[in-house]
């Protein structure tokens, strides 16, 4: 079945902005012609891989692979040659779209390359009409072991969920969004880019996030600004200072955080210099969004609110049962159903069999109490081995593998910590294959960010003769952390 297209506003377009990154701009026109023109160049074409820096040609492109009714597969640009390695095998994109001038790393040579033209005229139009259940985007994520799962996001959760959101936010055409999200995950991508422009609204992209750009576009008309905690974190910490900070803030119709839990500290600072709460969505890449506190709703710091419209939740015991009541302290697993989930894990059908239910439930890892009026506080992880620093989600196992790979470490174990600024930071266990000359952290840490993503190097490093161990031979990760 074919859907609506996903942008509206691209089938008539005028000359409302579009988007705006620093000082370089598109209307809807000259979006809808640069996309159109890069459509017809990417016609036939299977997975298509995108350059995601923080650019215009990243959004172009994304929409141009949408418009011709193609997945798109967006690249870290900072990925290190293992990662990028993996995710190219695996997703085999035949084309790689990336900006004039971008200089793309040896994994990406043997692609057929095509520039991003934002000027870019000449195209007819998507003559394609792609399904509902049809692959918009895979966006790779970690998984406590192994390298990163490409999930597999049909057009069908896009609009679902971005239509959710215009429900519960009131979001609407004359919203202008401020942001400074990474583009290769959901947050930044998704919420940040698509979601404006299915709205038929405007997106400013910072380039990098600063307190400063924020205070700027806010008083330059921005209604909106997402962010992940360490973004509010930093906001609170630079508000006791800057009091044009707070009266910009003060004029957002809605600040969001999501990615990970805000702190209710920082909620408060900002609240107590603003005037304004921040107020907190919970997603997932396979899920994109599933609640949130509504901007019509009471706002509840340490929530993430209610289920999403035509969202199923829905917490569980241990064993799977439903819990019967929510009395506000029961904690059970969070399993989800709805439109906006993904289809499945590229190329991993085991794995994708093992994330859902017999009946078609999600099993989403997190664990959650819910208040007797449906409020979910999400209150901690089922695995220990999954680490959330700066918003980004990292598996220790693929980071202990790249340790391993390292001529000076004979084991290693990873684990993360609490971190003011970050939430968590990464935290490598290390037994040194020569106790005299153990590698330094800076070198470990380079290590790991040239082959894996510069986000997952350890933060710290503690050196160890032996790694605590059961009878199994299993690392026993609590005694390190206790320790
Ligand atoms: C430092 N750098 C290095 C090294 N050390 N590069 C290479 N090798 C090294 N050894 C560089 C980094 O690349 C970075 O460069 C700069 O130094 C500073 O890095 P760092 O301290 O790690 O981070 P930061 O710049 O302070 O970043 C904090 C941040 C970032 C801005 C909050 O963590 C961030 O953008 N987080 C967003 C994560 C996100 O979008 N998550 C969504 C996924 P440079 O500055 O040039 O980069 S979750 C999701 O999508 C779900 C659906 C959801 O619910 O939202
Ligand atoms: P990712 O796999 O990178 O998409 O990250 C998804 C995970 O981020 C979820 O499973 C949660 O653990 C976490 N997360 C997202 N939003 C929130 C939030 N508002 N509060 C707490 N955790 C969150």
Redesign the pocket.
């Known amino acids: 079945m074919s859907v609506s297209p996903l942008f509206p506003a691209l089938a008539n377009p005028g000359e409302q902005p579009a988007l705006r990154f620093g000082d370089r701009s598109l209307t809807y026109a000259e979006l809808g012609a640069a996309a159109d023109a890069l459509a017809a160049r990417c016609a036939g074409a299977g997975r298509v891989a995108v350059w995601a820096t923080n650019s215009l040609e990243t959004a172009v492109a994304v929409v141009a692979v949408l418009r011709a009714g193609l997945a798109a597969v967006p690249l870290n640009p900072?990925s290190g040659e293992k990662e990028l390695g993996h995710i190219l095998d695996d997703s085999a994109p035949t084309l790689i779209l990336a900006a004039p001038g971008d200089e793309l790393p040896s994994p990406l040579r043997h692609l057929e390359r095509v520039d991003v033209e934002v000027r870019g005229v000449g195209g007819e139009g998507p003559a394609v009409s792609p399904g509902d259940e049809d692959p918009a985007l895979v966006v790779y994520t970690s998984g406590t072991t192994g390298p990163p799962k490409g999930a597999v996001i049909p057009r069908r959760a896009i609009a679902a969920t971005l239509d959710a959101l215009a429900d519960a936010w009131q979001w609407t055409g004359d919203d202008v969004l401020v942001h400074?999200?990474?583009l290769f995950?959901?947050?930044?991508l998704?919420?940040g880019i698509l979601g404006p422009l299915r709205r038929g609204g405007s997106v400013r992209h910072l380039g990098?996030?600063s307190t400063e750009g924020v205070a700027r576009e806010l008083n330059d008309g921005a209604t909106m600004l997402f962010g992940?905690p360490?973004?509010y974190h930093?906001i609170a910490e630079t508000l006791p200072d800057d009091p044009e900070l707070a009266k910009s803030l003060g004029r957002a119709r809605l600040l969001v955080s999501?990615?990970?839990a805000l702190p209710v500290h920082d909620h408060q600072r900002i609240t107590s210099a603003t005037g304004r709460r921040v107020i907190e969505?919970?997603?997932?890449?396979e899920t994109?969004?599933n609640t949130s506190v509504r901007a019509d709703g009471e706002p509840r710091a340490g929530t993430v609110g209610v289920p999403l419209p035509g969202v199923d939740l829905r917490l569980v015991e241990e064993d799977g049962t439903p819990l019967p009541v929510y009395d506000g302290e029961s904690v059970g697993e969070i399993q989800v159903r709805g439109p906006n989930l993904f289809t499945e894990y590229l190329n991993r059908p085991d794995a994708t069999a093992a994330a859902f239910t017999a009946d078609g439930w999600f099993r989403t890892g997190d664990m959650a109490v819910r208040d007797p009026d449906g409020y979910v506080r999400i209150v901690g992880r089922k695995a220990t081995d999954l680490i959330k620093?700066?918003?980004?989600?990292i598996g220790a196992g693929e980071i202990e593998n790249a340790l391993l790979e390292h001529p000076g470490v004979r084991e290693a174990a990873v684990t993360g910590e609490p971190d003011p600024?970050?939430g968590e930071r990464v935290v490598a266990w290390i037994v040194p294959t020569d106790p005299q000359s153990p590698p330094a952290l800076?070198e470990l840490?380079?290590h790991v960010?040239?082959r894996l993503a510069?986000?997952k190097?350890p933060r710290v490093v503690h050196y160890l003769s032996a790694l605590p161990r059961n009878d199994m031979g299993k690392i026993l990760k609590r005694a390190l952390t206790d320790g």
Do not use: I, W
Not at 185 to 188: C, D, L, M, R, T
Not at 389 to 393: A, H, P, R, T, V
């Open positions: 900072k400074g999200l990474p995950h959901v947050h930044g998704v919420l990098r996030f992940v360490t973004m930093r999501g990615s990970a969505r919970y997603g997932m890449t994109l969004m620093s700066g918003g980004y989600k600024d970050l800076a840490a380079d960010a040239n510069p986000h190097r």
